[in-house]
């Protein structure tokens, strides 16, 4: 059943944000930090001060997307938008098919609104609030000034009013969505080894890249995919070298914790 009232919307996405980054926070950061702690991207852990700011800024977030997620389905002014409720209405196959659009529309739009916040003149403004983890853990997945929280909702508007859409593919979108985010501040690298340089890895996203811009907030302003970030010019030259120093760590973590 899809959220149907301001509150319901708004605990969908509390849920979400809870169980997707406090079970990613468990794994890596309690139960698996002793063992795994020296495969972190950064070695070093956050203080849990750090924890706790994340946590209240992606609250608030969660509370301003669900206002925003309020006033597109359920208001009036879903009437002038291109929400649909009847999946047979496009079929099935399009139905998948605007989950695809959806990601890559946001990556664009992640991309250009995201690098336009780290404008002088912006920065202060929307941003720096999120680049105060420049060591992120998963709770800094929506860890967002207001202003820039209003900004990141702005994608659901943006496709609510450009494709048609059924609001349950809104709902896995953003579980997706929420899914590579939490991934992209794990802090932590989840692809294979040769993983960046593959014919399919150095158009995606990664981990690593991610925190990378965390650490130097310069470059690297892509969300699932580098094409923007390669077309522009903005990857960072020494992403690749850190990615396999990183892979490297791994292995050799992996391979101390298989001895006897």
Do not use: C
């Amino acid at each position: 059943m899809l959220p149907d009232s301001p509150s319901a919307i708004f605990i969908a996405l509390l849920i979400r944000y809870v169980v997707i980054a406090g079970l990613a926070f468990l794994v890596f950061y309690v139960w698996k930090k002793q063992r795994w702690g020296a495969r972190k991207i950064q070695l070093r852990f956050p203080a849990l001060s750090d924890y706790g700011r994340e946590v209240a800024y992606s609250l608030l977030t969660t509370l301003i997307f669900a206002g925003v997620g309020t006033l597109v389905f359920l208001t009036p002014l879903r009437d002038y938008t291109l929400v649909y409720t009847d999946i047979k209405t496009f079929g099935r196959g399009y139905f998948v098919a605007s989950i695809v659009l959806m990601l890559l529309l946001h990556d664009t739009y992640f991309y250009w609104t995201h690098r336009a916040m780290h404008h002088p003149r912006l920065y202060k403004w929307f941003h720096q609030v999120h680049h105060r983890s420049v060591n992120p853990s998963p709770w800094a997945a929506f860890a967002f000034h207001p202003l820039e929280a209003i900004v990141e909702a702005g994608i659901v508007v943006v496709i609510a009013w450009v494709i048609p859409v059924h609001p349950l593919a809104v709902v896995l979108f953003l579980l997706l969505m929420t899914l590579y985010n939490v991934y992209g501040h794990l802090g932590f690298e989840l692809y294979p080894r040769r993983f960046a340089v593959s014919a399919v890895g150095k158009w995606v996203n990664t981990s690593v890249n991610h925190n990378q811009h965390h650490r130097f907030a310069k470059g690297n302003y892509g969300l699932y995919f580098l094409w923007w970030d390669r077309w522009m010019g903005t990857l960072r030259p020494d992403y690749e070298k850190e990615y396999a120093d990183v892979a490297a760590r791994h292995q050799t973590g992996a391979a101390s914790a298989a001895r006897p």
